[in-house]
């Protein structure tokens, strides 16, 4: 098994920026890509960026290109999305995930509230 665990979540004011972290442990040898998805209110979850954990290849959703930057510390274990101006459209629960010999595990989720 594979455990997340995200944090950095917080309200933050339009135009403002965060960084969320998720630190993944456990059985993490075979790790192929860790990455972020979010869901706001009513809505289904959504991609917003990954990253393959050999080779550093990133996918980013329209919607955060060039305001988002997925990052890893190889070591850690421990990827970070960096997210520049930030609008009510990014106010979401926001979940990480981890692929790990073609097996998926999520965390539990933290906040980001952008007020209007």
């Known amino acids: 098994q594979v455990q997340l665990v995200e944090s950095g979540g917080a309200l933050v004011q339009p135009g403002g920026s965060l960084r969320l972290s998720c630190d993944a442990s456990?059985?993490?040898?075979?790790?192929?890509?860790m990455g972020w998805y979010r869901q706001a209110p009513g809505k289904e979850r959504e991609f917003v960026a990954m990253m393959r954990w050999s080779g550093g290849n990133t996918d980013y959703a329209d919607s955060v290109k060039g305001r988002f930057t997925i990052s890893r510390e190889l070591r850690k274990y421990t990827v970070y999305l960096q997210m520049n101006n930030l609008n009510p459209e990014d106010t979401a629960v926001y979940f990480c995930?981890?692929?790990?010999?073609?097996?998926?595990?999520w965390g539990q989720g933290t906040q980001v509230t952008v007020p209007s």
């Open positions: 456990g059985r993490t040898s075979g790790l192929q890509g």
């Open positions: 995930k981890a692929q790990v010999l073609f097996r998926e595990f």
